[in-house]
Each structure stands twice: as structure tokens, then as C-alpha cells.
């Protein structure tokens, strides 16, 4: 995931994360791994409030729907998505069971970093 995230501030996009985790937790975890690319943390105690905070981070950037895409690894993450109209790539090395969220039919599943690289340079251009 560093790598991708590296690769990601190289080619000049700008990567966020928006979390029902908290910010302490997750700048922890950010130091920790020595990432720095991390250009915001949205985060709610709210477990189903991610569709809220997808909609301010977007107001809050004047960026329309199409120019973002979320990297995700639970149902909830795809349901959230939907509704505030971005695509959402699921990985299958996170939280819930690729048999779990086939029906919540995310707009891509992937299984490594990688992949993750190639549907945004190739497909979200």
C-alpha cells in the first residue's frame, strides 16, 4: 500500500481518508508505516455516516462525484458510496468476505495494491 500511495503522489493525485476509525487511531497507524502522502482525515464515531462525510469532503474540494473514487474494504463502504454517487473499489484483504459484498456489486474488486493503480490510470482517467 506504500508503494501505491507513493505512486499515487507521484503521478499527481491527492488521497484522503474518511473513516468511522478515529484521527488519533489512524495518524498512529500513519506514522507508524511512515506515510505522508495522506493529504486529509475525515473520521465519525457515526458507524453508517460515511455517505456524509463523502458529500462534505467533496463540497469542502469543489470536486465533482466522477473525480473521486474510494478505496474500501467493507459493505458498509460500498452502500455509502452509492449513495453519494462515487465509484468505490473493494479490496479483498480488509475487513468483510468477498462473498459478503459481491451482491452490494462495488464498481471494482481487486486483490492487490496494484490493481488498484492500474483502474485508476487506466479506467478513472
Not at 487511531?25 to 506515510?35: G, P
Not at 458529500?55 to 469542502?60: A, G, Q, T, V
Not at 468505490?88 to 480488509?94: E, N, P, Q, Y
Request: positive net charge; contains cysteine.
Amino acid at each position: 500500500m506504500i508503494q501505491m500511495l507513493n505512486t499515487l503522489e507521484r503521478e499527481g493525485y491527492q488521497t484522503a481518508i474518511i473513516s468511522s476509525n478515529s484521527k488519533e487511531v489512524i495518524k498512529q497507524v500513519l506514522r507508524r508505516h511512515r506515510i505522508r502522502t495522506i493529504s486529509q482525515i475525515l473520521s465519525s464515531s457515526a458507524i453508517f455516516g460515511k455517505d456524509q462525510l463523502i458529500r462534505k469532503f467533496l463540497k469542502e474540494h469543489r470536486l465533482k462525484p466522477s473525480e473521486v473514487v474510494y478505496v474500501g474494504d467493507e459493505q458498509r463502504d460500498i452502500v455509502a458510496c452509492k449513495s453519494a454517487g462515487i465509484k468505490v473499489i473493494w479490496v479483498s484483504w480488509g475487513y468483510d468476505a468477498k462473498e459478503l459484498i459481491q451482491s452490494q456489486n462495488p464498481d471494482f474488486l481487486v486483490d492487490s495494491p496494484g490493481e488498484i493503480l492500474d483502474i485508476v490510470f487506466e479506467q478513472l482517467k
